[in-house]
């Protein structure tokens, strides 16, 4: 069994920084990408952010300069740095990643439970 683990969200003001965590856990052959994405209340989730496992990076343009995201391969981890917090930016966000559990599994996707972040003064 498989499970990403988010951690991070929470309520900052307008302006603010928040860093999310993504562990996957289990049994894991390889972790291929890992991304971020986000689903506001009434709206569809939408991507965010993604990063390969050789490093090539993709942000959604509106978080653009605003958004880092980095993986610690060693750790199964894939980090989300979040500054220049704005209120559309307050989502339920969650983790995602391509995984093999063997050498022989084809990839699978899988999500996370989500972590809130709310932006409010």
């Known amino acids: 069994q498989v499970q990403l683990v988010e951690s991070g969200g929470g309520l900052v003001q307008p302006g603010g920084s928040l860093r999310l965590s993504c562990t996957a856990s289990?049994?894991?052959?390889?972790?291929?990408?890992m991304g971020w994405y986000r689903q506001a209340p009434g709206n569809q989730r939408e991507f965010v952010a993604s990063?390969?496992?050789?490093?090539?990076?993709n942000y959604k343009v509106s978080v653009k300069g605003r958004f880092t995201i980095s993986r610690d391969n060693a750790k199964n981890t894939v980090y989300l740095q979040m500054s220049g917090l704005k209120p559309e930016d307050t989502a339920l966000y969650y983790c995602?990643?391509?995984?093999?559990?063997?050498?022989?599994?084809?990839?699978?996707?899988?999500w996370g439970q989500g972590t809130r972040v709310t932006i409010s003064s």
């Open positions: 995602n990643a391509d995984i093999s559990r063997r050498n022989d599994y084809p990839l699978t996707n899988y």
């Open positions: 289990g049994t894991i052959y390889r972790v291929e990408i």
């Open positions: 990063i390969t496992k050789d490093g090539r990076i």
